[in-house]
T-cell receptor, first 112, second 116 residues
Framework: RKEVEQDPGPFNVPEGATVAFNCTYSNSASQSFFWYRQDCRKEPKLLMS???SGNEDGRFTAQLNRASQYISLLIRDSKLSDSATYLC?????????????FGAGTQVVVTP | DTEVTQTPKHLVMGMTNKKSLKCEQHMGHRAMYWYKQKAKKPPELMFVYSYEKLSINESVPSRFSPECPNSSLLNLHLHALQPEDSALYLC???????????????FGEGSWLTVV
């Protein structure tokens, strides 16, 4: 089993629609969680950190479910510019600091 | 715009060449990283420097040699590379060089390396 798993997609989303996808992680002791977005041939950029209580940043909402060991990302009112690959990133434990675990990414394609 | 700057953006080198990738950050971060990313794959960790000391080497072949001249700079020296080493090389930094959680990393734009 992979340490961090994501549905690769692509999720084809009409402009203005809502899309949500999850990421599961295997290490229950994982410390912190992030969503990054990566455009084609560009570097990953931090979208948001994911907090235990869940957090929202504009049209983006992230949730953490420690009991089931997954995090989710929801995008409301999708824009064409939201088309990207969304990487789930997990900071496993204090002992393995520095060794972030990356999911393979979920591709989102927003269509007009 | 990223505050981690990498040069060059693109590099083509022969298998017998020696070249270097450079990375600079001015955020006062104490940890710096090199990642390698192949197409349609997530970044793979290569090296981590914490407070200018090499703290993680993910069993990277010796043809890749990292160097951290000071807290703001990180180099990756390349020698006798193979065509399969062609990839996007990403530098990143994070605030803490210690064992703290919640440590957000920030990536540079990357250096596209082609080995011919």
């Amino acid at each position: 089993r992979k340490e961090v798993e994501q549905d690769p997609g692509p999720f084809n989303v009409p402009e203005g629609a809502t899309v949500a996808f999850n990421c599961t992680y295997s290490n229950s002791a994982s410390q912190s969680f992030f969503w990054y977005r990566q455009d084609c041939r560009k570097e990953p950029k931090l979208l948001m950190s994911v907090y235990s209580s869940g957090n929202e940043d504009g049209r983006f909402t992230a949730q953490l479910n420690r009991a089931s060991q997954y995090i989710s990302l929801l995008i409301r009112d999708s824009k064409l510019s939201d088309s990207a690959t969304y990487l789930c990133v997990v900071n496993p434990t204090r002992v393995s600091w520095g060794k972030l675990q990356f999911g393979a990414g979920t591709q989102v394609v927003v269509t007009p | 715009d990223t505050e981690v700057t990498q040069t060059p953006k693109h590099l083509v080198m022969g298998m017998t060449n020696k070249k270097s990738l450079k990375c600079e950050q001015h955020m006062g971060h104490r940890a710096m990283y090199w990642y390698k990313q192949k197409a349609k794959k997530p970044p793979e960790l290569m090296f981590v420097y914490s407070y200018e000391k090499l703290s993680i080497n993910e069993s990277v072949p010796s043809r890749f040699s990292p160097e951290c001249p000071n807290s703001s700079l990180l180099n990756l020296h390349l020698h006798a590379l193979q065509p399969e080493d062609s990839a996007l090389y990403l530098c990143a930094s994070s605030q803490s060089g210690g064992r703290s959680s919640g440590n957000t990393i920030y990536f540079g734009e990357g250096s596209w390396l082609t080995v011919v």
